[in-house]
């Protein structure tokens, strides 16, 4: 039986009958609009019936969907039960759980009826920004994962947004009202681990003055993110596995166990599959981390979202009292032509400059700097050997003083002392930093002559 489309409500006698209903419920027509909701649609999720009755009902999804479960029903007449995050009055996001079924009214007519239930706590809108269909895919995997409470492993390129991906889950979960702890498994040595992740009491070691809690415990009720969990030395490895499957760990120097709930959610640009094979990575932990797998696609695979992201980025340097340019259609060509090896970090920093550029007034192609490795698909550049980090006391040089420079060099020369002192004069973050290698920055500082104390990647040359 195929629906005809409904241009009103509901009948009266309908009507009458759903308004009585306790729990919130909507109905939608089979033109996917809304004709109806009751008084407790309207106070749980703060939308009034003039603000949302003929709206297009697939619109309260915080997340496009490929098909529109409305329309899905339509097409197919069976009821379903799912979980969707949906938009609120406040301007918040809710995950609830929904029961769709057929309803027909005296004149035949079938509509749609959804009672909703909300599940955990509102959270704010999404950072992860895009409409492309690897975006939209990845969110609907994002959403999925938030539902359960299984370790999840994000896998994707440096720079990509492994961590907006994390913050997503935890904040679509029940776990939303609990912490987010962030552990940088990069900076974990072996000497630290224990102490950073489970904690110390006073006086377990030279230096432990007072009792430390661990990021373990401060996680409690929420999520754990383990970044970059593929740099974690294989001597840990096994004090992480045990603390993950007991929930249970002892503080470095105490005399009794603790207990902590947390969510794990992991991420790495490694193959750890591979490195399971090499013996560089615990299978058992492996195994533990990965069982709700999710790749993060690289911004070259969502072109489409390039402009949108650069739009944000532009708003958030203005906020930071760094202008307020806007960005020509070149500009936006230019950009999307780029493949972007370092992802979204890669793009931040090539606005940022073009901003230092064009503080105000529009940011043309040619303020569009991108790096010298133009490509992926380009021979990798050799690394260059070893050498000392800069002399952070060298970065006190002004750059506007710098005649030898033109203003576009000057701008760019800039940033890049801007970075030494964030850095503070480490030579491999600056590089990381400008998405480009050791031997580049070398060139850079060496052409613009910046007063650092930096040697040769050859000395020998």
């Known amino acids: 039986m195929t629906p005809t489309t409904a241009p009103t409500a509901p009948t009266a006698t309908l009507s009458r009958i759903l308004a009585g209903q306790r729990k919130p419920l909507m109905v939608v027509a089979a033109d996917c609009q809304i004709r109806f909701i009751n ?3 309207e106070h749980v999720f703060g939308l009034t019936r003039s603000h949302i009755l003929g709206q297009d009902s697939c619109s309260l999804d915080a997340i496009p969907q490929d098909e529109c479960r409305h329309r899905r029903f ?3 007449l069976e009821p379903y039960a799912e979980n969707h995050l949906i938009k609120l009055g406040t301007g918040e996001s809710q995950l609830a759980q929904i029961f769709g079924f057929p309803m027909l009214d005296e004149d035949g007519q079938i509509y749609l009826g959804e009672h909703l239930k909300l599940l955990g706590s509102p959270v704010a809108e999404s950072k992860i920004l895009g409409h492309a269909a690897a975006t939209r895919a990845l969110l609907t995997e994002l959403e999925r994962a938030a539902q359960t409470e299984a370790p999840v492993l994000l896998h994707g390129e440096t720079g990509s947004g492994k961590e ?15 912490p987010f702890i962030v552990v940088d498994c990069t900076v974990l040595s072996e000497d630290l681990f224990e102490s950073e992740l489970f904690g110390h009491a006073k006086g377990a070691f030279t230096g432990a003055v007072a009792n430390k ?20 030395p294989i001597s840990q490895q096994p004090k992480l596995l045990r603390a993950l499957e007991t929930g249970s ?21 490694k193959d750890l599959a591979a490195m399971v094979k090499q013996g560089t990575f615990r299978q058992d932990l492996f195994y533990r981390l990965a069982v709700l797998p999710i790749m993060i696609p690289p911004l070259r695979s969502r072109r489409e979202d390039i402009p949108e992201l650069a739009q944000f980025l532009l708003k958030e340097l203005s906020l930071q009292g760094l202008g307020q340019p806007s960005l020509s259609k070149a500009a936006v060509q230019k950009l999307l032509q780029y493949d972007f090896p370092g992802n979204i970090r890669e793009l931040r920093n090539i606005i940022h400059l073009a901003v230092a550029l064009n503080p105000s007034g529009e940011i043309t192609e040619a303020s569009i700097r991108l790096p010298e490795m133009q490509s992926t698909d380009a021979a990798p550049e050799p690394e260059p050997a070893p050498a000392p980090d800069p002399d952070p006391a060298g970065l006190q040089r ?4 710098a005649e030898h420079l033109s203003p576009i060099e000057l701008a760019e020369a800039s ?5 030494m002192n964030r850095y503070h004069g480490n030579r491999k973050q600056v590089a990381a930093g400008l998405s480009v290698s050791e031997r580049t920055l070398y060139r850079k500082l060496k052409r613009y002559r910046l007063n650092v104390h930096v040697q040769s990647p050859h000395p020998s040359s």
Do not use: C, W
């Open 213 to 232: 809690t661990g990021m373990f415990e401060l996680a409690d009720g929420g999520t754990l993110f383990l970044d970059e969990i593929g740099e974690l």
């Open 164 to 178: 907006l991906a994390a913050e997503h889950i935890h904040q679509q979960s029940q776990r939303a009202a609990g």
């Open 249 to 269: 760990f002892r503080p470095v120097g105490a005399t009794k166990n603790r207990s902590s709930r947390v969510r794990v959610v992991s991420a790495t640009h």
């Open 39 to 41: 008084d407790a649609f």
């Open 398 to 401: 002004s750059v506007a003083n």
């Open 415 to 419: 940033y890049i002392m801007e970075l």
């Open 74 to 76: 339509f097409r197919d």
